[in-house]
């Protein structure tokens, strides 16, 4: 990832993990070619949730996964 907002290039990670009460969320972390952040965060089978999509992304980062900033 910080490859690629240093070069220029765009990449993307996936990352799941377990809520306290185990149902599974899902961010999707996107570094685009401009070297902004994107967060897509997937809380559909959360049932303690609001059970949604949400995005959040930060133009300028600090760092890779620097996003809201």
């Keep these: 990832m910080e ?3 240093d070069s220029g ?3 993307e990670l996936t990352v799941t993990y377990p809520t306290t009460e185990g ?5 999707y972390y996107r570094v685009t ?11 559909t089978q959360d049932a303690f949730s609001d059970q ?3 995005f959040a992304n930060c133009n300028q980062p ?3 996964l620097d ?3």
């Design 3 to 5: 490859r690629a907002m």
């Design 9 to 11: 290039r765009g990449a």
């Design 23 to 27: 149902d599974p969320v899902t961010d």
């Design 33 to 43: 070619p401009d070297g902004s952040t994107e967060v897509y965060t997937d809380s």
């Design 52 to 54: 949604k999509w949400s």
């Design 62 to 64: 600090n760092t890779v």
């Design 67 to 69: 996003v809201n900033c």
